[in-house]
């Protein structure tokens, strides 16, 4: 009877990837993007006011000119675009 009562023990499983080579760079069945690496909002969590003076301190910081020209001039049609399929009468804005 202790024969058929005993559970055997699990068998421990050592699997490692045919193409891994591990130079240090951790987990291969971690899930990161790519970008992580680049962006500085990823660290590790540290509260509210933490998290908004480092995405207001790289938004400060000096970027490519072209891209924010861009990024007005887009969103000032999409405001535009909305305000003509609203009908929004711009007259109210100018005195006669």
């Given at each position: 009877m202790g024969k058929f009562s005993k559970l055997r023990k699990n068998r421990k499983y050592n699997y490692s990837p045919r193409y891994y080579d591990d130079k240090g760079e951790g987990s291969p069945y971690k899930m990161q993007p790519?970008?992580?690496?680049f962006r500085t909002t990823v660290?590790?969590?540290r509260g509210?006011?933490?998290k908004f003076s480092s995405a207001m301190s790289d938004m400060r910081k000096t970027g490519d000119r072209?891209?924010?020209l861009r990024?007005?001039?887009i969103t000032a049609v999409l405001i535009l675009i909305f305000l003509y399929i609203i009908d929004f009468d711009l007259s109210i804005?100018?005195?006669k």
């Open positions: 790519k970008l992580d690496k660290d590790a969590p509210l006011k933490g072209n891209l924010r990024m007005i001039i804005f100018f005195t």
